[in-house]
């Protein structure tokens, strides 16, 4: 079965650090640009972070800049995204994405890409004050 699963949520208290991960099964993420998305309840979907098929490209919200970073172990078919200094309004249920044909750079609007390969079901993340 050709699956992302996300890994790695749970409840941590503001100031504090998750690490999730994303792996697939049943491909291999090597040829694929990864993302992070997120969504609180009553809220749109966010674009978090993504990074390119070689690793050398990544890019974040403005929301999340200086306290998330994304990297990807295409050895372990896993992408990771760690996350230090965390807020109440990280409070979320994260997803994973992959697409082949998905921009991941400077002025590719590449949180609003629309044409994803794969979704993970998400992993919960609550981050308490």
């Known amino acids: 079965q050709l699956q992302l699963v996300e890994s790695g949520g749970g409840l941590v208290q503001a100031g504090g650090s998750l690490r999730l991960s994303c792996a697939a099964s049943?491909?291999?993420?090597?040829?694929?640009?990864i993302g992070w998305f997120r969504q609180a309840p009553g809220k749109e979907r966010e674009g978090v972070s993504c990074?390119?098929?070689?690793?050398?490209?990544?890019r974040y919200a403005d929301s999340v800049k200086g306290r998330f970073t994304i990297s990807r172990d295409n050895a372990k078919n896993t992408v990771y995204l760690q996350m230090n200094s965390l807020e109440p309004e990280d409070t979320a249920v994260y997803h994973c994405?992959?697409?082949?044909?998905?921009?991941?750079?400077?002025?590719?609007?590449?949180?609003?890409?629309?044409?994803?390969?794969?979704w993970g079901k998400g992993t919960l993340v609550t981050v308490s004050s």
């Open positions: 994405a992959a697409a082949r044909l998905w921009g991941c750079f400077s002025g590719s609007n590449w949180s609003r890409y629309s044409g994803m390969d794969y």
């Open positions: 049943g491909f291999t993420l090597d040829y694929y640009t």
């Open positions: 990074i390119g098929s070689s690793g050398s490209t990544t």
